[in-house]
């Protein structure tokens, strides 16, 4: 299972790159493939304030709806718009294409209160 | 404690995804729902449905006690032939949808739903009558649902045979010294047979299966399939408080052949008209997959909600049955489907929603 070093983790199976105040949201590999195929995501409106641990986007797969938390506040800036004809990327690239929305960081500290990539392998191991 | 059924450690070792179902450890999907679901429109796929109940009725009066409790007319099936019908209560509601296979003149076997069998059982045991011999034997049966456009090729390769070309028949069989039944019937639209045996013989049918090239497929595909086709799901579609012909099954309710419990109620309902009816429903925009109880409007004001709903994978996009209005229940009208919140536009359309080019 692919668990990049470069990166912040949920519990919750999203991941998180932050650049500078900006954080790209993702879900995981292991997420993905427990998800299978992803029919259909629902984006969040750009402006959108989220706190940590909220519901920020919806993805399904043929067969449930699952939310998807913002790992941390803040207010979303750019969404990943090809999820839109092509949810699939959820799966075949969860941490490159597969992205699902930019936010501007409102509290930094909230970073370090995630998993480390070695914490998130122990957690899906 | 969940129940396995024999296949379990078929379905492990097959990297079987393992969810709960009716009481039952069942697998939802091997390698994908949509890649299953495919490899049943185009090829063969075989489903585990060893869960499901099999009852056999002996007796001279059988036939007349089975007429007094199902809805479609048993004396019109020859041995060897079977039928889709339903049990009501005295409201006309569906108990279960089943299958009923003529096995001999005084020998029947019914194929119920899982969820179901105590309920059956016991509804049977109930007005069962002198003469009559009612065994649940579900316990004793595993099944396996073998369905595609070269399932026949699959049973010819296996059984070293022919398939009958007719649907609805049913055969004795043996197989690796066991006797059991093959049915051709199914759940999915596409051609293929069921396979009925006793347990002992259930993995080495599904290996030999599985080494003849067939998919093994999980219950969301077998979801997916049936939706396509319209086919209404017990306990989601179907319900104690709808009868058969709100649910669009007039097809298989014989009101001309005598008593039958629940009759009285359909009877009124085919002179005055049914409130409601079972309505397939398509989005005609892009929308998330739709599922069961989505709020449904007309108008602007909610008239009802899904009782099932999917992306579908043949068509690519939403399907959804619906109980509406009768007023509303006709192809062509205009209806939205709710989903968090945001409305879809969609229209009533006509079963099946996938067809076979």
């Known amino acids: 299972m692919n668990v990049p070093d470069d990166l ?9 790159r932050a650049e500078g105040d900006i954080g790209i949201v993702g879900v995981t590999d292991h997420a993905q493939e427990e998800l299978s195929d992803v029919v259909f995501v629902e984006l969040p409106e750009v402006g959108k304030v989220v706190a940590a641990g909220e519901t920020a986007a ?68 | 404690m969940p129940n396995r059924t024999p296949l379990y450690d078929c379905h492990i070792a097959a990297g ?39 009852f056999l009725v002996r007796g001279a009066t059988g036939e007349a006690w089975l007429e007094g409790l199902l809805t479609n007319r048993v004396a019109k099936l020859s041995p060897g032939e079977a039928q889709y019908t339903l049990m ?30 105590d309920e059956d059982a016991a509804w049977l045991q109930k007005h069962l009558v002198d003469g009559v011999e009612f065994r649940n034997v579900s316990a004793e049966f595993s099944a396996v649902a073998v369905q595609g456009p070269k399932a026949r090729d699959v049973y010819a390769s296996v059984f070293g045979t022919e398939l009958p070309p007719e649907r609805n028949r049913v055969l004795s069989v043996s197989f690796q010294g066991s006797s059991g039944y093959v049915v051709t019937t199914g759940y999915t639209g596409e051609d293929g047979f069921e396979i009925i045996v006793p347990n002992a013989a259930a993995a080495v049918l599904w290996n030999a299966l599985l080494a003849a090239g067939v998919k093994p497929c999980g219950l969301g595909a077998r979801d997916t399939l049936r939706l396509e086709m319209g086919y209404p799901l017990n306990g989601s579609d179907l319900s104690p408080d709808r009868t058969p012909l709100e649910a669009g099954l007039g097809f298989f309710v014989d009101l001309e052949k005598g008593d039958f419990i629940g009759r009285e109620v359909l009877a009124g309902q085919k002179a005055q008209g049914v409130p409601a009816r079972l309505a397939g429903i398509v989005v005609t925009e892009k929308s998330p997959p739709l599922r069961s109880h989505y709020p ?17 994978p043949s068509l690519g996009y ?23 919140g945001k409305r879809y536009s969609g229209s009533v359309a006509k079963k099946p929603f996938y067809k076979k080019s």
Do not use: C
């Open chain 2, 318 to 340: 939403g399907i959804a049955m619906a109980y509406l209005p009768s007023g509303f229940a006709k192809p062509g009208q205009p209806v939205e489907i709710e989903v968090r």
């Open chain 2, 296 to 312: 449904v409007f007309v108008d602007g004001a909610q008239v009802s909600e899904t009782t099932s709903g999917a992306l579908s």
């Open chain 2, 88 to 117: 009501l209560n005295e409201r006309g509601g569906v108990i279960d949808d089943l299958i009923i296979y003529r096995l001999g003149p005084d020998e029947f076997l019914l194929v119920v739903n899982a969820a179901k069998i």
């Open chain 1, 8 to 16: 912040k983790y949920a519990q919750t199976h999203e991941w998180i």
């Open chain 2, 16 to 54: 079987g995804r393992v969810i709960d179902f009716a009481g039952w450890e069942m697998p939802v999907q091997y390698t994908g729902i949509l890649d299953e679901h495919r490899a049943v429109r185009e090829a063969v796929g075989m489903f585990d449905i060893s869960h499901m109940g099999e």
């Open chain 1, 58 to 125: 919806v993805v399904e797969s043929v067969k449930a709806a699952s939310d998807i938390y913002s790992p941390v506040s803040g207010e979303i800036v750019e969404v990943n718009a090809a999820l839109q004809n092509d949810p699939g990327l959820i799966n075949t690239s969860p941490f490159e294409s597969g992205w699902i929305f930019k936010l501007k960081i409102s509290d930094p500290s909230q970073l370090e209160a995630l998993k480390s990539p070695e914490a998130y392998r122990e957690q899906i191991s």
